[in-house]
Nanobody
Framework: QVQLVESGGGLVQAGGSLRLSCAAS????????MGWYRQAPGKQREVVAT???????TYVDSVEGRFTISKNNDKSAVYLQMNSLKPEDTAVYYC?????????????WGQGTQVTVSS
């Protein structure tokens, strides 16, 4: 079973930057899109950024202009560059890879990486 392995989380001061990485342990076929989600304590998981197979990107309003999502198709990897971090960005961040085939869609999830932004 292919797994997604995340790295790059940590503790940073407000205004700082972090780069999250997510790579698959094997090859994932028929990828239709990739994304990053986050879940803060006491809150529901929310989508942060997505990127399609055609490189169309979307961002939640709160991170627009500060975060950048990118991918490497050869490695089935997705990245999230986070700049100008704010305390409200503190959360566990999860990467997602969605495949689409004749059997329908399937979601792979990373294990989550903690991002903490201090004020």
């Amino acid at each position: 079973q292919v797994q997604l392995v995340e790295s790059g989380g940590g503790l940073v001061q407000a205004g700082g930057s972090l780069r999250l990485s997510c790579a698959a342990s094997g090859t994932i076929y028929s990828i239709s899109g990739m994304g990053w989600y986050r879940q803060a304590p006491g809150k529901q998981r929310e989508v942060v950024a997505t990127i399609t197979s055609e490189n169309v990107t979307t961002y939640v309003d709160s991170v627009e202009g500060r975060f950048t999502i990118s991918k490497n198709n050869d490695k089935s990897a997705v990245y999230l560059q986070m700049n100008s971090l704010k305390p409200e960005d503190t959360a566990v961040y999860y990467c997602n890879v969605r495949t689409k085939g004749l059997a329908g869609t399937y979601d792979y999830w990373g294990q989550g990486t903690q991002v903490t932004v201090s004020s």
